[in-house]
T-cell receptor, first 118, second 112 residues
């Protein structure tokens, strides 16, 4: 497709359940980002990939959060043993070049996955 | 730690009126982005501001950047209902890696 695709769009999980969120970036985009957006807040950075390399995971809130991008394209964000505070919209973004790609390296966002933990 | 603050957080305005949204950030950066988000939808890129004094305009929206004051503004001229959305500014923080630091957003409602 032409844009960043995320699935599922909505996910309801019971507390303690593991979830996996998928992101299909724009074809050929080098960089991929995950953000967490709580209700009424701005997105907050979780992690960054350049191709298959995870260069920054400083925003992951706990070791229950894990992200991968094994072939440098599709990425999965996994949350283990979900807690109520994990409820949020998880946004994926991609950009054409890597971190040295220059100033116009705009990030293109998917519609997000809304996770509700009961 | 880079912080980005927007004000106002909420803005209700009449159609035809003008208003400005402010975005302040705490650390040197010369890359600032404005995005629009409709409920349940993706963030849509509006403007990319890359240097001090940059000004970009699209329709009824105009964005500017003052890197010395660490301030960006998004000015709305003669608002129309279709502009109702949440607007975010984001600063590109290049610090070993790079990531966007977003403001808290301004929820704009334009009343007919």
């Amino acid at each position: 497709g032409a844009g960043v695709s995320q699935s599922p769009r909505y996910k309801v999980a019971k507390r303690g359940q593991d979830v996996a969120l998928r992101c299909d970036p724009i074809s050929g985009h080098v960089s991929l980002f995950w953000y967490q957006q709580a209700l009424g807040q701005g997105p907050e950075f979780l992690t960054y990939f350049q191709n298959e390399a995870q260069l920054d995971k400083s925003g992951l809130p706990s070791d229950r959060f894990f992200a991968e991008r094994p072939e440098g394209s599709v990425s999965t964000l996994k949350i283990q043993r979900t807690q109520q505070e994990d409820s949020a919209v998880y946004l994926c973004a991609s950009s054409p070049r890597g971190r040295a790609g220059g100033a116009k390296n705009i990030q293109y966002f998917g519609a997000g996955t809304r996770l509700s933990v009961l | 730690e880079l912080k980005v603050e927007q004000n106002p957080l909420f803005l209700s305005m009449q159609e035809g009126k003008n208003y400005t949204i402010y975005c302040n950030y705490s650390t040197t950066s010369d890359r600032l982005y404005w995005y629009r988000q409709d409920p349940g939808k993706s963030l849509e890129s509006l403007f990319v501001l890359l240097s001090n004094g940059a000004v970009k305009q699209e329709g009824r929206l105009m964005a500017s950047l003052d890197t010395k004051a660490r301030l960006s503004t998004l000015h709305i001229t003669a608002a129309v209902h279709d502009l109702s959305a949440t607007y975010f500014c984001a600063v590109d923080w290049v610090s070993g890696t790079y990531k966007y630091i977003f403001g808290t957003g301004t929820r704009l409602k334009v009343l007919a």
